[in-house]
């Protein structure tokens, strides 16, 4: 199925929360809402026409203008097809819900997306920190970060 | 959706079984024991907490970021697309040309760069060079894992060759800057070709000296025959890749589902876990899927050197990089562990904007919890060890 077919689709399921479809581009995108991914991805991942059952890649974006973005590059190994989601969510109220349930898979994506932006993912079994000690101060992937001087008596900045 | 497996049933003595000879049963709890970042089976610096009851292990909870290297904060302060090659390469520092090729092949489509066609030959057969000598040292160390101390020093010994094949081609052994993005840094030198051939001669009945040696060896079969079982569903949940999911009996290679380069055009089979010696998805079928997949490259590159075409290798390198505003891309590609894929992000300027590396060794990891539960700690070394994590990789 093509990108058009899909938001297509996906529009008419779920309506409003299917914001826009970025299409003259490499690799199109769909922006959904943050607070319906979860539903969103399970019916991508169960209904028969899509069958989005391998999570390739959940990563986190600063877009250094006050919003953060997830995006989901989905494939189907029975359909052979692939789509790029993507919710934004503003600084001061980064929530994103977890697909952790739909996609074992993004459990550790998602650990990671927190560790390293600070977005807080709502429902996911075990949120803390995964590639930073746990007593990091920061996010550091953030366009904003500074860095902390001292942790545990080492001088951070080299 | 996702059952525990139950306890193999040679395991006759449980606990709660103990009594005295006076007939009093012994209380028995579970234990916390870290398998502490420093210790030598596993694989580098990764810390595994498991919960035991007895020596079953209950859970299994991976600490990884203890080579935690910011890979991708990094990317952002480059001044140059180029300059993340080298950066890129010390991922997954056992298999470097892959790590590269991903990056340079990610960069080149955001750029709609078309490379020369003897570039794509010499990239493949770098990326299926760098792919035996990585299943190499899987296989080395998974047999000292498990008590043969001989295979590793004799993979070894056939690593050295790769490895010098590597050094007279670009002069790095293990960290090459080789694969640029419009193509690569040096052309192949004079000799290499006769070399390289001699490597395949002398390599094929090492594949089944070591086989020989060490798959169908009766004390490794017992170990690893029915241990760490993935079973196919769980594997396609946990996004796992590579041998790690052929060995589970899917059949899916992206070097032939997803396609890239001239990988359509050679003549090759991705390998599958069938179960031989125990049940589809067990370590030995890990193994055996990696043994299989290095008589394939060798395949792979004596087609590539026979039909290697003439031209210039620096032709398409391209003096400025500078994608379009908002330009972003997300490539997958086959490296040694699994899927390597890149997310590329572009702001207009000379510096990457974000980059996302999707490391295989990362996700295989995660499904360790699942896969070691009910085992014994000795099955947990194994485990670990079939999934063949790279440390850099998993941490970046």
Redesign the interface.
């Known amino acids: 199925m093509t990108a058009q077919e899909i938001y297509d689709v996906l529009k008419t399921t779920f309506g409003d929360a299917i914001v826009e479809l970025k299409l003259d ?3 199109p995108w769909i922006r959904i809402e943050p607070d319906k991914t979860r539903d969103i991805c399970l019916f991508l991942r169960d209904e028969s026409v899509m069958q989005f ?5 959940l ?1 986190g ?2 877009y250094n203008n006050g919003t953060f973005g997830i ?1 989901y ?1 989905l ?1 189907s ?1 029975v359909h ?1 097809h692939k789509i ?1 989601l993507k919710t934004f969510c503003t600084k001061d109220h980064s929530h994103v819900h977890s697909v952790s349930d739909v ?3 993004a ?2 994506h998602e650990r990671e997306v927190f560790d ?1 932006f600070g977005i807080i993912i709502d429902g996911h079994p075990d949120l803390r ?5 746990d007593d990091w101060e920061g996010n ?2 953030r366009k904003d970060y500074k860095v902390q001087e001292f942790y545990h008596g080492m001088k951070v900045p080299y | 959706m ?1 059952q525990p497996p139950t306890l193999p049933t040679n395991y006759t003595v449980k606990p709660g079984d103990l009594k005295t000879s006076t007939g009093r049963t012994i209380r028995t709890e579970e234990m916390i024991i870290n398998m502490g970042p420093q210790h030598p089976s596993t694989h580098g610096v990764l810390r595994l907490e498991i919960v035991v009851d007895g020596e079953i292990i209950v859970d299994c909870i991976p600490h ?2 203890y080579l ?1 290297r ?1 890979f ?2 990094h990317c952002e302060q480059m001044t140059n697309y180029q300059q993340v090659i080298p950066y890129a390469d010390r991922m997954d520092y056992c298999s470097a040309m892959t790590n590269e090729w991903a990056f340079a092949l990610a960069a080149e ?2 750029l709609k760069i078309e490379v020369p066609e003897r570039v794509e030959y010499i990239r493949v057969i770098m990326a299926e060079l760098q792919r035996i000598a990585s299943h190499l040292i899987a296989v080395g160390t998974y047999g000292i894992d498990s008590g043969a101390f001989t295979p590793f020093l004799y993979t070894f010994i056939d690593r050295e060759k790769i490895l010098d094949l590597f050094e007279m081609t670009c002069g790095a052994r293990l960290l090459y800057n080789y694969i640029w993005i419009g193509g690569l840094s040096h052309d192949l030198p004079v000799n290499f070709i006769e070399q390289a051939m001699d490597f395949i001669r002398y390599f094929r009945p090492r594949i089944k000296m070591l086989n020989d040696l060490l798959t169908y060896n009766e004390i490794f079969v017992k170990r690893t025959a029915n241990v760490g079982v993935l079973p196919k569903d ?1 594997a ?4 796992v890749s590579g041998p790690q999911l052929r060995g589970s009996g ?1 059949n ?1 290679d992206l070097r032939r ?2 396609p890239y380069s001239i990988y359509h055009k050679l003549d090759w089979q991705p390998q599958i876990g069938k179960g031989e010696v125990g049940t589809v998805g067990d370590c030995w079928d890990r193994h055996i899927v990696r043994m299989r997949e290095m008589e394939q490259s060798l395949n792979i590159i004596e087609q590539a050197l026979a039909g290697l075409p003439e031209g210039n290798v620096k032709a398409a390198i391209p003096k400025r990089i500078r994608p379009e505003k ?5 490539v ?1 590609t086959e490296a040694s562990r699994g ?1 390597l ?1 890149y ?1 590329i ?1 572009s702001d207009g300027t000379a510096s990457p904007f ?1 980059v ?1 590396a ?1 490391g295989p060794a ?2 295989n990891l ?2 360790l919890p ?1 896969i070691a539960r009910g085992g014994l700690i000795a099955d947990l070394v194994l485990t670990a060890g079939s999934i063949d994590i790279v440390l850099g990789e998993v ?2």
Request: net charge negative; aromatic share 12%.
């Open positions: 581009i490499l690799q059952d391998y999570l390739s890649c990563s974006v600063d995006v590059h494939a190994m052979k790029v996609w074992g898979t459990n550790w390293l920190r995964i590639l930073l000690p550091p992937l | 996702l990884i970021g935690h910011c991708e904060k489509r955001m769980v396609i949940h946990y996004a899917v899916w589902d997803d908002d330009a972003e891309i997300y997958r899927e894929g997310y992000m974000r996302k999707r990362f996700v995660s499904v699942e941490d970046r």
